[in-house]
C-alpha cells in the first residue's frame, strides 16, 4: 500500500456553509487542509462573531490566498492579502474580504504525529 494520496476538498471534505461563505476540510494523515471561499461583503466581525460570540476571531491561521484580496486587522495593524500571498494571524484578529472578488484561499493545519504516541 501506498504512503501517497489526494483529496479534493470540494469533492471528499466535510462542507461548511456560514453566511458569505463556503469551507471545505480534508483531513489526512499529516494534517488537514481547508478550502475557503469568501463571497465580496464578507467580515468576521459581521458574520461569524454573532454565531460564535467574543470580540474578536480566536483561531490561528496558516495559508494562501489563490484568488481575491482580503484585510487581516490585528493589534490595530491592517495586513493585505492578496492571490499569491501566504498569510498568518494569531487569534485576536478581525478579516474582511477587499472589493468585489470572491476569495479563494487555501488554510493548513499540521497534525502533531507524535501526540498519540507513548
Do not use: R
Request: with cysteine.
Amino acid at each position: 500500500m501506498s504512503g501517497a494520496m489526494s483529496k479534493n476538498p470540494e469533492i471528499a471534505g466535510e462542507k461548511k456553509d456560514v453566511p458569505f461563505a463556503t469551507q471545505f476540510t480534508v483531513d489526512m494523515p499529516s494534517g488537514s487542509v481547508t478550502k475557503g471561499i469568501l463571497q465580496p461583503g464578507w467580515k468576521w466581525s459581521t458574520h461569524i462573531k454573532p454565531m460564535i460570540g467574543g470580540e474578536l476571531c480566536q483561531a490561528p491561521h496558516f495559508g494562501v490566498v489563490i484568488e481575491g484580496s482580503l484585510t487581516i486587522l490585528q493589534d490595530g495593524v491592517e495586513t493585505i492579502c492578496n492571490a499569491g500571498d501566504v498569510l498568518h494571524a494569531t487569534p485576536g484578529h478581525d478579516a474582511w474580504v477587499n472589493g468585489n472578488q470572491t476569495v479563494v484561499m487555501y488554510e493548513f493545519a499540521q497534525t502533531n504525529l507524535f501526540a498519540h504516541k507513548k
